[in-house]
C-alpha cells in the first residue's frame, strides 16, 4: 500500500512542469453572460483595454536640463522596446501644426531637442503646456496641482503573455529605478499591465510563505498536543505528500496558478492535520484503554473510518460548490481542493495505522493530552452546561442568531478592484498617487454603434457625442473623457494657429474643411493617439473616462446615470450604446457571485442533509446537523456587517469553505453518538455525555488546529486573503462552540424519540462497521 502511495506521488510528481501562472485577470463571470458578451464585443473591436503604463511625476525639478535629459533618455529606451506600441511624454509631444498646401494638420515636435539645455526654454515649455494644450489635460497633466505624466502603450499581443512579465520586471522597473538614482526624482509607476505583474509577482512569492507558515503552526500545534515527535513527523509528511498531490493535480488538469488555486496548497495543510489527529487521538485513547498497540490501530480504522470519510465528504461538498458557480475561476479551484480532500483521506486512513504499526507503542507521556488539566477544565465546563444549562444555551443563541440577522441587513457590496491589493507594496502608493492626481486608473468604456460606415465622423454624432461626454464629465466619480472628439477639438484649436480659445468643435460652416483636415492627420499615421478611438471602418466610436477605485460600489448608479443620457442622446432604434470596462465587469461579477452565494449554499445544505438523511434515515438528525452550522455562518455575516467588512469575491467564498469544515465535527459527533446508543441501550443522555467525552477532545484539538491554521493567511500582503482567513478562522471558532455546546443540547431535546429502534431505522451505511465485542470476536476467529 505504501508502493501505490509513493508511485501515485511519483506520477503526480512528473506532472508539475504543466504547472504554470495565469497571465489573464481573474473574471468573475461566465461567458455567456451578457456583461462578459458586451466586453468581449468592445476588445474584438478596439483591442486590450488594459495595455496602458503610466509613470507620473510631481516634481518642478523634471523641468532642469539634467533631469530633463535623463527622462529623455527612460522614454526614448522605452520607446525603442519591442513591447511598447505607443509612448506619450512631453518630450516627444505631437502637436497640431496647419498645413494649407497640403490641407491636412502635421504633426509637429513640441519641444526642441536642442534647446533643452536652455533652462530658460524649460520654464517657457512648461508654460506652454498648461496653458495652450487643453488637448492632453487630464492625458499628460493635471493643471491645478503641476503633476505630469507619460502614457506608454504596450502591444496588446503581448497584455496577456509572459513578455507582459519580463518587460514590466527586467526592463521597466530597472530602468525607473536608474533614472531615480541618477536624478532623486521619485517616479511613479501604475497601470493594469504593471500592477497584475507586480500583483502576480507578489502571489507567487506568498505560495512559499504559507505553506511554510501552514507547516510550522500545525506542526508545533499537533506536538503540542501529543508530545510525540514521531507522529507529529508521519503527519507533516502526510500533508506534504498531500501538496504534493495538489500541484500534481493542478499540472494533471493543465490549471493555472490564480489568486484562489494559489491557496490549494495551504488548505491541505490546514485540512489534512484535523484527520491525522483524529485518527491519532483515537488510537491513544484505544490504547489507553486496553493497551493493545494491535487492537487500538484496528479499532481506529473500523470504528472511526467510515465515519472520517463522510466528514472529508462533506467538506469536499463545500469546496465543490464552487463548480456550480458557472465561472471558471471558481470550477477549477473547487475542482482541484476537492479531490484532493479526498485523496487525503485515502492516505491518512493508509498511512498512519501502517506507520504505527512499525514504531514503539505511545508511552504514558504521549497520552497524558488525554487527560491534560486545563482542557479537560475547559470540557467539563460546557459538558455542565450541557447537562443543566440547556436553557441558557437556547436564549444565547437566539441572541446570536437575532445579532447576526441584524448585521446581514447592514452588509454591503464592494465594487473595489484594489482593495485587495497588497497595501505595503510601494506600487501600491503608486496607484493611491494616481486615484487623487488623475481621477484613478480604473477605465469605464461606452462603445457606440452607428450602425453605418464612417458614421462617427459626421458633425451631428460628435456633437451628440460631447453632449454624453459632459453628462459622463459632471459625475464626480468620474474623470475627463478621451475620445475622437478630443481630436476633431483640437483640430479646430490647430486651425486657428494653436489658440486655445477654439478647443471647441467646429460649426457646420467650419466642419467641410476642419474635418477633412482631421481626418487626412489620420491616414496612415502609425503613431495617431486616436486610432483606438474609432474603429477601421468608421462605424464604432469609443469614450473612455477613469473612476477612482473608492467609487467602483457607485458603479451600478453610475451605469444608470450614463444609459439614461445615453438613450436620449442616441436613440436605441438608430444607435447601439455599451457601457462597459474593466471597473464594470468586476462589479458585475461581485453581484454575480454574491447571488450565487445563496444558490451555493442551499446547495451544499442540501447535500448535507441528504448525506445525514443517507446515513441515519432520520429527519431530526437532518435538523440536528444543519441548525448548529447554520448559526456560525449567520454570525460571521452579522459581524460583516457591523465592522462594514464589505461583500467581495474574497469574502463570499467565506461561508461555503467555512459551512464544508464546520459541518465535519457535527457528522463526527453524530457518528460517535450513533454507536454509543447501541452501546447503552438506546440511552439518550448517557449516550449523549458519552459522545461527548469520546468526541469532544478531538473536536477541540481540529477547530484550534483550523483556527491557527487558517490564520496564517492573515499574514498575505492581500486584503482579500486576509478576510479569508480571519474570517473562516472566526467562523470555525464560533463552529467549534456551536458544534461542542448546541449540537448536544439539541440532540438532548429534539431525539426523545430516537431510543425507539423502531423509528431508529438501521442506516443504510452503517458508519461505525463493528463494535468492541465484534471486533474481540474478530480477532478470536482469526486466531
Known amino acids: 500500500m505504501l508502493s501505490i502511495v509513493v508511485l501515485i506521488t511519483g506520477l503526480l510528481a512528473t506532472q508539475w512542469k504543466n504547472i504554470h501562472f495565469s497571465h489573464t485577470e481573474a ?6 453572460n451578457v456583461v462578459n458578451v458586451e466586453y468581449n464585443a468592445f476588445l474584438n473591436k478596439f483591442g486590450e483595454e488594459g495595455n496602458l503604463i503610466i509613470i507620473g511625476i510631481k516634481d518642478d525639478a523634471i523641468f532642469t536640463p539634467k533631469a530633463f ?130 500583483n502576480a509577482a507578489t502571489i507567487v512569492k506568498e505560495i512559499g510563505l504559507f505553506i511554510g507558515a501552514s507547516l510550522l503552526v500545525t506542526s508545533l500545534l499537533f506536538f503540542f498536543f501529543f508530545r ?28 493555472e496558478i490564480t489568486v484562489l488555486t494559489a491557496l490549494v496548497p495551504s488548505l491541505i495543510i490546514v485540512i489534512g492535520i484535523p484527520n491525522c489527529i483524529f485518527l491519532t487521538n483515537k488510537y491513544h485513547q484505544e490504547y489507553k484503554v486496553h493497551g493493545n498497540k494491535a487492537k487500538a490501530l484496528q479499532r481506529v480504522t473500523t470504528k472511526i473510518g467510515m465515519a472520517t ?43 498512519i495505522p501502517i506507520f504505527h504499526s512499525y514504531i514503539p507503542a505511545p508511552k504514558d507521556r504521549h497520552i497524558k493530552h488525554l487527560d491534560r488539566g486545563s482542557v479537560k477544565r475547559f470540557m467539563d465546563w460546557i459538558l455542565r452546561n450541557v447537562k443543566y444549562n440547556r436553557f441558557s444555551i437556547y436564549v444565547a443563541s437566539i441572541a446570536l442568531l437575532v445579532f447576526g440577522i441584524i448585521g446581514v441587513f447592514q452588509m454591503r457590496i464592494s465594487g473595489s478592484l484594489i482593495e485587495d491589493m497588497p497595501k505595503k507594496e510601494p506600487f501600491f502608493e503608486d496607484i493611491v498617487f494616481f486615484e487623487k492626481e488623475f481621477d484613478g486608473v480604473m477605465p469605464l468604456e461606452i462603445m457606440i454603434d452607428t450602425k453605418r460606415k464612417k458614421g462617427v465622423m459626421k458633425l451631428s454624432v460628435l456633437k451628440r457625442m460631447e453632449e454624453l461626454e459632459q453628462t459622463i464629465e459632471e459625475i464626480p466619480e468620474l474623470s475627463k473623457t478621451m475620445s475622437i472628439v478630443n481630436l476633431v477639438k483640437y483640430s479646430k484649436q490647430a486651425y486657428y494657429n494653436g489658440n486655445p480659445e477654439y478647443y471647441e468643435l467646429p460649426t457646420s460652416q467650419e466642419q467641410t474643411f476642419i474635418l477633412s483636415y482631421a481626418k487626412n492627420a489620420t491616414k496612415n499615421n502609425k503613431d495617431n493617439l486616436m486610432k483606438s478611438y ?15 477605485d473608492e467609487n467602483g460600489g457607485k458603479i451600478p448608479e453610475i451605469e444608470a446615470e450614463i444609459r439614461k443620457e445615453a438613450d436620449k442622446l442616441f436613440p436605441p432604434d438608430r444607435y447601439h450604446v455599451t457601457i462597459t470596462g474593466k471597473a464594470l465587469v468586476f462589479q458585475k461579477g461581485t453581484g454575480y457571485l454574491l447571488d450565487n452565494l445563496l444558490s451555493s449554499l442551499l446547495f451544499a445544505f442540501f447535500l448535507t442533509a441528504l448525506l445525514v438523511a443517507f446515513m441515519f434515515r432520520s429527519f431530526k438528525m437532518v435538523l440536528v446537523s444543519i441548525i448548529p452550522n447554520l448559526l456560525p455562518l449567520l454570525l460571521t455575516a452579522g459581524i460583516m456587517g457591523f465592522l462594514d467588512i464589505p461583500l467581495k469575491p474574497s469574502t463570499i467564498l467565506v461561508f ?29 443522555r448517557k449516550s449523549v455525555y458519552a459522545t461527548f467525552n469520546e468526541s469532544g477532545l478531538s473536536m477541540f484539538y481540529t477547530s484550534i488546529v483550523l483556527f491557527f491554521g487558517f490564520s496564517v493567511f492573515m499574514l498575505s500582503s492581500f486584503g482579500g486573503t486576509i478576510a479569508l482567513g480571519g474570517l473562516i478562522s472566526l467562523t470555525l471558532l464560533f463552529g467549534m462552540l456551536s458544534n461542542l455546546m448546541l449540537l448536544p443540547a439539541l440532540v438532548l431535546t429534539l431525539n426523545k424519540t430516537l431510543a425507539n429502534e423502531q423509528e431508529f431505522i438501521e442506516p443504510k451505511i452503517d458508519i461505525i462497521e463493528h463494535s468492541d465485542e465484534e471486533i474481540d470476536k474478530l480477532e478470536k476467529h482469526e486466531l
Not at 507529529?232 to 490549471?255: D, P
Open 69 to 198: 535629459a535623463s527622462w529623455t533618455q527612460l522614454m526614448n529606451q522605452l520607446k525603442k522596446d519591442q513591447a511598447v506600441d505607443l509612448a506619450i511624454s512631453i518630450n516627444d509631444l505631437q502637436r497640431l501644426q496647419r498645413n494649407d498646401s497640403l490641407e491636412k494638420f502635421e504633426l509637429v515636435p513640441f519641444v526642441d531637442p536642442t534647446k533643452t539645455v536652455n533652462q530658460a526654454y524649460l520654464a517657457q515649455i512648461k508654460k506652454e503646456l498648461f496653458t495652450n494644450l487643453p488637448f492632453y489635460e487630464g492625458l499628460l497633466f493635471n493643471k491645478k496641482s503641476g503633476s505630469i505624466r507619460s502614457a506608454i502603450y504596450l502591444d496588446k499581443k503581448i497584455v496577456n503573455t509572459p513578455a507582459r512579465k519580463d518587460f514590466v520586471l527586467k526592463r521597466l522597473v530597472p530602468a525607473v529605478e536608474a533614472f531615480e538614482k541618477e536624478t532623486n526624482i521619485d517616479l511613479r509607476v501604475s497601470g493594469m499591465p504593471y500592477i497584475r505583474t507586480l
Open 228 to 255: 510525540s515527535f514521531r507522529a507529529t513527523l508521519i503527519s507533516m509528511i502526510i500533508v506534504i505528500i498531500g501538496v504534493m498531490w495538489s500541484f500534481g493535480f493542478l499540472g494533471l488538469f493543465n490549471y
Open 534 to 548: 474609432v474603429d477601421s471602418t468608421g462605424q464604432y466610436a469609443r469614450i473612455t473616462t477613469f473612476m477612482r
Open 309 to 351: 470519510l463522510m466528514t472529508n465528504v462533506t467538506t469536499a461538498i463545500g469546496f465543490a460548490t464552487f463548480v456550480a458557480s458557472n465561472n471558471e475561476l471558481l470550477l477549477e479551484f473547487g475542482v482541484v481542493t476537492s479531490i484532493n480532500i479526498i485523496g487525503l483521506f485515502f492516505l491518512c486512513i493508509i498511512v
Open 27 to 32: 473574471n468573475m463571470l461566465p461567458d455567456d
Open 656 to 684: 461555503g469553505i467555512a459551512f464544508g469544515l464546520s459541518v465535519d465535527d457535527t457528522l463526527r459527533f453524530l457518528a460517535q453518538y450513533r454507536e454509543e446508543l447501541r452501546k447503552n441501550n438506546w440511552k439518550i
